[in-house]
């Protein structure tokens, strides 16, 4: 598979044949699941969407029943960012139903494999993103993550995914799990591949009341030779599964080698990131998924009466686990319980930003893994609980509003991809493309 660099580079006869050659490559392995529709839109490079971007006359499902029928009527403000930078959106990829999950189950299209081994999942929200860019399905594509959706699939899949930091990326046409912690990023082949599309699609848009209006690019920029401080944190791998530990020190050599400095620093109070994350991403979405209810548009199951429609369009349209997330988001903002549960939840958040934010006073990035062990196999994450423990590395990134960067750093006895995470402080986009890139060239990982 060419890289998105070098796809930017080819002819338009050149374009139109690579085109055809990958739809007919993405039908010839529908096993994999990775792809939902494919559609050849426009003439620019092909670029995979995740099912929750709005592309203006696509169905754009979120991977629900409940929005079976429904076609955008508008692009993103990414999508047209790609457009205008000679991209095109060509399909739409699979995910975890309205971003809830991770490892692509949930989704009413059934489950992506991961292109590793099938055994495996592709992690999630953005499990289908990352299979197809894993598969050579895709050059690049587009995911979300609010709480290591983009990061802990491209560690499972063996490829680069990167979070911008809360504001960067416009979120207008967006379909929203929990406003304050989603942001759009790249999903890609390699580092630079991620700068490239990154800066494509970050910036400046009138519609996203939430965007910071910032418009500085990091790719004439990237410095792979810049001599960084990076924390570590040791006590912060009590978690973590040999696999990951192995992963850390094979880092930190790295990043030893390329001539950073390593400080060890303690990450406080990460006991509380799960609570603070579940509570505030759930009462969010509680809010946000209000608005399907059989009558704006999406599926509808006519009932006796107005209140018998809502309950049964929503019984029937919504699966498990949003409908697990709904009950607990309606939970914590319920009369005597917001104060004991939602308004703590935004104080210890307020704590985990001072704790990165005390970190950041010493160091440029911070080391990290992205999940507690590698890919599991289909059915051994068995309750709930089990997929939201497998979060508690990235979901605090998104609770501070930081840029993170997961890359591949080596692979385990079974073959299957160990990734870790460079975290940023907020705005600071450049200093982890940087560093990342630095890292990259040091492990020279192979797929």
């Keep these: 598979m060419i890289t998105l660099k070098e796809?930017?580079?080819?002819?338009?006869?050149?374009?139109?044949?690579?085109?055809?050659?990958?739809?007919?490559?993405i039908e010839a392995n529908p096993e994999l699941n990775a792809y939902i529709d494919v559609k050849n839109v426009g003439e620019g490079v092909p670029i995979a969407i995740k099912d929750n971007i709005q592309v203006q006359g696509w169905s754009v499902t979120a991977a629900s029943n409940i929005l079976q029928g429904y076609i955008a009527p508008y692009n993103a403000t990414v999508i047209n960012k790609l457009t205008d930078a000679g991209l095109s959106p060509f399909g739409r990829v699979n995910m975890d139903e309205f971003a809830m999950g991770s490892t692509t189950e949930s989704s009413f299209y059934g489950k992506t494999l991961n292109p590793v081994n099938p055994e495996y999942v592709p992690g999630g929200s953005s499990g289908g993103s990352a299979a197809a860019v894993g598969a050579g399905l895709a050059i690049a594509a587009l995911g979300s993550d609010t709480g290591g959706s983009i990061r802990q699939p491209a560690a499972f899949c063996g490829i680069v995914g990167m979070k911008p930091t809360y504001g960067r990326v416009s979120r207008f046409g967006l379909g929203a799990y929990a406003s304050s912690l989603d942001q759009i990023g790249p999903l890609t082949q390699n580092v630079e591949d991620a700068a490239i599309l990154y800066d494509i699609i970050s910036g400046s848009c009138e519609k996203?009341?939430?965007?910071?209006?910032?418009?500085?690019?990091?790719?004439?920029?990237?410095?792979?030779?810049?001599?960084?401080?990076?924390?570590?944190?040791?006590?912060?791998?009590?978690?973590?599964?040999q696999d990951i530990k192995d992963a850390y020190a094979?880092?930190?050599?790295?990043?030893?080698?390329?001539?950073?400095?390593i400080v060890e620093h303690e990450m406080k109070d990460s006991k509380f990131d799960i609570s603070a994350y579940y509570i505030t991403a759930t009462a969010e979405a509680t809010t946000n998924l209000a608005r399907y209810d059989g009558i704006r548009y999406g599926n509808r199951v006519e009932g006796k009466n107005l209140e018998d429609t809502f309950v049964q369009t929503r019984s029937n349209g919504f699966g498990d686990e949003v409908k697990r997330r709904i009950m607990l988001g309606n939970f914590v903002l319920s009369s005597g319980y917001y104060?004991?549960?939602?308004?703590?939840?935004?104080?210890?958040?307020?704590?985990?930003?001072?704790?990165?934010?005390?970190?950041?006073?010493?160091?440029?990035?911070?080391?990290?893994?992205?999940?507690?062990?590698?890919?599991?196999?289909?059915?051994?994450?068995?309750?709930?609980?089990?997929?939201?423990?497998?979060?508690?590395?990235?979901?605090?990134?998104?609770?501070?509003?930081?840029?993170?960067?997961?890359?591949?750093?080596?692979?385990?006895?079974?073959?299957?991809?160990?990734?870790?995470?460079?975290?940023?402080?907020?705005?600071?986009?450049?200093?982890?493309?940087?560093?990342?890139?630095?890292?990259?060239?040091?492990?020279?990982?192979?797929?």
Excluded: C, W
Excluded at 212 to 240: C, F, G, H, M, W
């Design 7 to 25: 796809a930017l580079t080819l002819n338009k006869d050149e374009l139109k044949k690579f085109k055809d050659d990958l739809k007919a490559k």
């Design 208 to 241: 996203d009341s939430t965007n910071a209006q910032r418009d500085d690019k990091v790719t004439p920029s990237l410095n792979a030779d810049r001599k960084l401080r990076i924390a570590i944190l040791p006590d912060y791998l009590e978690n973590a599964n």
């Design 250 to 261: 094979k880092a930190i050599e790295a990043l030893k080698a390329q001539g950073h400095t």
């Design 339 to 447: 104060e004991a549960y939602y308004v703590k939840a935004q104080k210890a958040r307020h704590i985990i930003k001072d704790n990165y934010a005390k970190i950041f006073e010493d160091v440029d990035l911070i080391l990290s893994p992205v999940a507690p062990t590698v890919a599991p196999k289909f059915g051994e994450l068995a309750t709930p609980m089990d997929m939201y423990l497998s979060d508690i590395y990235t979901i605090s990134v998104n609770l501070a509003g930081l840029p993170g960067l997961s890359l591949p750093v080596m692979k385990n006895a079974d073959g299957m991809p160990v990734g870790l995470q460079l975290i940023a402080s907020a705005y600071d986009e450049q200093t982890l493309f940087d560093g990342s890139l630095s890292l990259e060239r040091e492990l020279n990982y192979k797929a």
